[in-house]
């Protein structure tokens, strides 16, 4: 079981920078793939960056390609997401997710979080 918490959301204008962090319990942590989504209003929620387990191979979506970052540290048992440039398309509540399997963009994860919410003024 890993239990997720997510943290650091915000308001900030467009051009500004937020960094979420994940905070997860359980022992398995390490062994999970990491993930990011985020859900607007009136919109479907959609995927924003994945992790495998050990840090290596990220990958995003293309809206946030060269301006998002995620990463990890396992001794934590913390995921981030470095968020740069926001624009205010950007704005949402963001959950991160975890999963021993599942790495990819769907949003078939097995752990969620609560969301953080992302304001981002214009």
């Known amino acids: 079981q890993v239990q997720l918490v997510e943290s650091g959301g915000g308001l900030v204008q467009a051009g500004g920078s937020l960094r979420l962090a994940c905070a997860a319990s359980g022992r398995t942590f390490s062994s999970h793939a990491m993930g990011w989504f985020r859900q607007a209003p009136g919109k479907e929620r959609e995927f924003v960056a994945a992790i495998s387990w050990s840090g290596g191979s990220p990958y995003y979506a293309d809206p946030v390609k060269g301006r998002f970052t995620i990463s990890r540290d396992n001794a934590k048992n913390t995921a981030y997401l470095q968020m740069n440039s926001l624009k205010p398309e950007d704005a949402a509540v963001y959950y991160c997710?975890?999963?021993?399997?599942?790495?990819?963009?769907?949003?078939?994860?097995?752990?969620w979080g609560q969301g953080t919410q992302v304001t981002v003024s214009s």
């Open positions: 997710a975890a999963d021993p399997v599942n790495y990819s963009a769907d949003l078939m994860w097995d752990y």
